[in-house]
């Protein structure tokens, strides 16, 4: 109840802020609504980092969160992360990782850049790895890992268009996370929280932030207004989604949401990973291919090599890299800000 009650207060206050600051006149309104399109795109694409197969089938949820006060924690922790890494990227003019780590470290710019690729290399194996683990638990299961297999082929033609397939299916992900949602709400299912280490979820907030790096460093230059107002809107949106996920979820089933869905809502559910899973491939593998572009040339033998050598790793399995892969990519994360911040302090 004190969960509903914080996010109400903070929505509300929010749009205050909004109507406060930004309606003098009819002419300002019209150039506001422009503005406050971009935020929301820019905040949507934050939101689509986070937003991932492991988060839409509760996973996430169950291995690092569990409960209401750890997803304020969440909130706080990845909100003041992402404003710290907006504002560093927008005031430097930095436009990629490979900019962000040579600007940030300097002489130690290309091992932190690799560390950076590595972490998107596991975060994609572990897209991949929940996506064959989620559809052997929802349908059937089959030799050779073929359900991300197939990901796999569809992601690398879509990685022709870059960027704006990333921005598309985040989108559609989006939204068939929330129509899943709606399925699930429709079940009875009682609300159940567990007992997660606060570390856990530190954790995963700086996972999450290493994450979104790729979309600070492209994001559009604004004010310092707008960027908060960015950071809300994106922070708000995926502790919403979080709380959502926490109130609907059977943390004790080995897919917390969905388990029990059948018709409909089990097809919803099956489409929703299907675009989480392409999402997240595509997403992970473009600053990788981005990276490897002058060791191998051409762009579709570099997303076979890329996407492929990730597929094979993943049929090893999903435990490995819940339990090791977010713990390093985490440790990264809250290197790269307390950098950020300590080169701000400096000037």
């Given amino acids: 109840m004190n969960s509903i009650i914080f996010q109400t207060i903070f929505i509300v206050g929010f749009y205050q802020y909004i109507n406060k600051h930004h309606h003098n006149c009819k002419v300002f ?7 406050v399109k971009d935020i929301l795109q820019e905040s949507m694409l934050i939101v689509g980092c986070v937003v991932g197969v492991s988060f839409v089938t509760g996973k996430e949820a169950q291995a690092f969160v569990g409960n209401a006060k ?17 504002s560093f990227c927008n005031r430097f003019r930095l436009q990629n990782t490979l ?35 989620c559809f052997d638990e929802l349908l059937c299961k ?21 960027a704006k397939s990333f921005k598309t299916l985040s989108v559609l992900a989006f939204v068939g996370a929330f129509a899943t949602f709606l399925f699930v709400t429709f079940q009875h299912v009682p609300p159940n929280e567990t007992t997660i280490n606060p570390l856990s979820t530190t954790a995963y907030s700086l996972f999450s932030l290493t ?37 609907v979820a059977d943390f004790t089933m080995q897919l917390p949401i969905g388990g029990n869905l059948v018709g409909v809502g089990k097809v919803c559910l099956c489409v929703t990973i299907a675009l989480c899973g392409l999402s ?35 049929c090893l399995g999903l435990e490995v890299f819940l339990k090791y892969g977010y713990v390093f990519v985490a440790v990264v994360g809250l290197l790269i800000v307390v950098r950020c911040l300590s080169i701000k302090k400096s000037r």
Wanted: glycine letters at 6%.
């Fill in 99 to 133: 900019e962000f780590a040579q600007f940030t470290f300097k002489k130690r710019g290309h091992v932190v850049y690799f560390l950076l690729l590595g972490c998107y290399f596991v975060c994609l194996v572990t897209t991949l790895a929940t996506v064959q683990n």
């Fill in 280 to 314: 997240g491939a595509v997403g992970n593998a473009l600053p990788i291919c981005q990276g490897l572009a002058d060791v191998i040339p051409d762009k579709t033998l570099l997303s076979f090599v890329v996407l492929g050598v990730a597929w094979a790793i993943s």
């Fill in 142 to 162: 089959t030799p050779f890992s073929l359900w991300s297999l197939a990901v796999v082929l569809v992601a690398i033609f879509l990685l022709k268009w870059g």
């Fill in 70 to 86: 750890n997803i304020l924690l969440f909130a706080v922790i990845f909100g003041v992360g992402v404003l710290i890494l907006r």
């Fill in 29 to 35: 309104a019209i150039q506001q609504s422009m503005k």
């Fill in 211 to 247: 994450m979104v790096l790729p979309v600070c460093c492209s994001s559009k230059r604004c004010s310092k207004r707008e960027n908060i107002l960015c950071v809300l809107v994106a922070t708000a949106t995926i502790a919403l989604l979080l709380w959502w996920v926490e109130r």
